[in-house]
């Protein structure tokens, strides 16, 4: 069982314009959401993350959108670059009771950004 | 900074062969982690070590065994590979079991014949 799902499994967008990845879960015990970006040949290294007792994070082109009550969540890329061309993983823990760190992924978003 | 180094970067096994993957980090981490990542399926966890002498099953860990040498480095053996497999297997460290940010090498490629 699939227990954190992405959409859509790739995403093709022109230079300038905004990416929305999308990302949900089952468990709701869930309280850590990091989104994992990954180039080719290269392990994953963390992007940007948020805590579900927020709804939104920024840093710089990168926003995280938090819906607690539906168990979702978006990753907004805007005036994507050519750079950005990755594979995108949303992730999710359990950190609130301490020490869990088992991260659960979602199977991926491929991102390509067309000059 | 620090950096993870798994060898070898591509690995060609036969069926039934007993393979090991090899990870060393120079963070000085406490944490390390065996991940297998599929096409679509995403990254699965299949062994981690919260502290040098420790060891732990993840979700993937029926064919696979491992080892923690010691704190830099952490091994995964493929007890008996089996045909038409093909898989990334990525190694990663954090601070330690509570760290929320993981460190990723770049994967060893396996190809089973």
């Known amino acids: 069982q699939q227990q954190v799902r992405q959409s859509p499994q790739s995403l093709t967008v022109w230079e300038g314009e905004t990416a929305i990845l999308n990302c949900s879960y089952e468990?709701?015990?869930?309280?850590?959401f990091p989104w994992y970006q990954q180039f080719p040949g290269e392990g994953p290294a963390l992007l940007i993350a948020i805590r579900s007792v927020s709804d939104k994070k920024e840093d710089g082109r990168f926003t995280i959108f938090f819906n607690k009550r539906e168990k979702k969540l978006s990753l907004h890329i805007t005036d994507s670059q050519p750079g950005d061309s990755a594979t995108y993983f949303c992730?999710?823990?359990?950190?609130?009771?301490?020490?869990?760190?088992?991260?659960?992924f979602g199977q991926g978003t491929v991102l390509s950004v067309i000059p | 900074g620090g950096i993870i180094t798994q060898t070898p970067k591509f690995l060609i096994g036969q069926e039934g062969q007993k393979l090991t993957l090899k990870c060393q980090q120079n963070?000085?981490?406490?944490?390390m982690y065996w991940y297998r990542q599929d096409s679509g399926k995403g990254l699965r966890l299949i062994y981690y070590s919260i502290t040098e002498n420790d060891l732990q099953k993840g979700d993937l860990s029926e064919g696979y065994d491992a080892s923690r040498e010691k704190k830099s480095s952490f091994s995964l053996t493929v007890t008996s590979a089996q045909k038409n497999e093909m898989a990334v297997f990525l190694c990663?460290?954090?601070?330690?079991?509570?760290?929320?940010?993981?460190?990723f090498g770049s994967g060893t490629r396996l190809t089973v014949l």
């Open positions: 990663a460290s954090s601070i330690d079991w509570g760290s929320e940010t993981l460190y």
């Open positions: 992730a999710a823990s359990v950190v609130a009771t301490g020490g869990n760190n088992k991260l659960t």
């Open positions: 468990n709701s015990a869930f309280d850590y």
């Open positions: 963070f000085n981490h406490d944490t």
